[in-house]
């Protein structure tokens, strides 16, 4: 089994910048997609940014210039480096990892941005 361990969420004022991570173990194919999904309680689930094997990146338009994702393929961990927080960033952050088994999700990290 694909086992996913995020980290690196927190409470932190707007402007201020934040990274999470992912780390992937167990049966774990080379090939894969990992990303990031964001979800408050009473809101839509949103694809925040995703990355490929070969390092193509996907954001959504709310935080295109804001956040950098990346991934260290030797460690199979993916980054989302979160700059200019918004208090409308703040919800609970999703590490996902998709190979052609299927796809495999973490528990999820706090994200909270204060005014």
């Known amino acids: 089994q694909v086992q996913l361990k995020e980290s690196g969420g927190g409470l932190v004022q707007a402007g201020e910048s934040l990274r999470v991570s992912c780390l992937a173990s167990g049966s774990i194919f080379s090939t894969n997609d990992m990303g990031w999904y964001r979800q408050a309680p009473g809101k839509q689930r949103e694809l925040v940014a995703a990355?490929?094997?070969?390092?193509?990146?996907n954001y959504a338009d709310s935080v295109k210039g804001r956040f950098t994702i990346s991934r260290d393929n030797a460690k199979n961990t993916v980054y989302l480096q979160m700059n200019n927080l918004k208090p409308e960033d703040s919800d609970v952050y999703y590490c996902y990892l998709r190979n052609s088994w299927g796809t495999r999700w973490g528990q999820g990290t706090q994200v909270t941005v204060s005014s």
């Open positions: 990355i490929t094997s070969s390092g193509s990146t």
